[in-house]
């Protein structure tokens, strides 16, 4: 027997089965937020949003200044789930090789071995990626958009989940080299940390002063088998045409402003759609809705917006810019 539920823009109608479905994703969801929340406090939205990142399969990029937990979040994600996890900490020198690996020979059976690199796992922390060289970076491109990795023509799979989590410090820049747009446009998502509240702080106190060990001693509460099932099970979410055609209107609106060089890409828009569906999911909902867009929206696009030199001159703001585009492009309702 079907049950008609109704958002704020579409009536819909879903089999009990589908509701049980999204029921069963949020509670997933909401046991591995709050694992990672017992050694991260007070940055609840961040962890939620990381979680969101995944389901949706995209990749993280955490931006923000030193000692507010950049690593240690994308190092507490990966204990909570029972998947393989590795860390390549970027540094001037280091080679594309490093990170993709590297095909070597072997005297004892005179054939040549591939010795994966540090990209060889479901996720990957990529501590300080900006201060790695532009070609060091650009191997990460395939891996993040193709899944997957050539080495000497020939093109090795990676394994189901994959997920790049990387960091970087907005403020030195000292030996640093920005990333390219292409890098960037590979990442669903870019969130901040900011600063935790008083509270939060004298929690950390608490729980880190002894070290890492709170960190190390946290333990996986879901497999790689429940992050595939939770990643398909969002991928049921009913979006209505006019929420695409909602996602399509900000992505053209934002390609006409003249103080962007830079608009939304389709991969944005792709990415968009896709992290909507899995916050819609994490709270128990089997369809979206225009708030489900509307929060996603700056860490999915405002990343990805280029501004012009005039723009950055008059002190426009990427954040302005977006809420602009909010403001303007109409919201679909019932009548529309």
Known sequence: ???????????????????????????????????????????????????????????????DVPGVGKTSLAKALAASLGCTWGRIQFTPDLLPSDVTGVTVYNRATGSFDFRPGGIFAN??????????????QSALLEAMEERQVTVDRQTYPLAAPFMVIATQN???????????????????MRIEMGYPGR????????????????????????????????????????????LKGYIVDLAEASRRRTDL???????????LLRAARARAASISREYVVPDDIKALAGPVLEHRLALTPEAHLRGT?????????????PVPTRSN
């Open 1 to 63: 027997m079907a049950r008609t539920e109704r958002g704020p823009s579409i009536t819909v109608s879903r089999p009990r089965t589908a509701t049980r479905s999204v029921e069963s994703f949020a509670e997933g969801f909401e046991s591995v937020a709050q694992n990672v929340a017992t050694v991260i406090q007070g940055k609840n939205d961040a962890i939620r949003l990381a979680l969101v990142c995944l389901m949706a399969e995209g990749h993280l990029l955490i931006e």
């Open 261 to 271: 060089d830079l608009g939304v890409s389709p991969r944005a828009a792709l990415g």
């Open 199 to 242: 509270t939060a702080e004298i929690a950390i106190l608490d729980t880190h002063a002894g070290g890492s060990q709170a960190l190390d001693q946290l333990g996986a509460v879901a497999t790689d088998a429940d992050v595939k099932v939770m990643i398909n099970l969002a991928k049921a979410v009913h979006v209505a045409p006019s």
């Open 170 to 188: 907005p403020v030195e820049h000292e030996g640093t080299y920005p990333l390219p747009e292409s890098q960037l446009d590979r990442f669903l």
């Open 123 to 136: 996720l990957v922390i990529g501590d300080e990626i900006n201060r790695a060289s532009p070609k060091t």
């Open 317 to 329: 703001s990427r954040r302005d810019i977006l809420a602009d585009l909010l403001g303007t492009v």
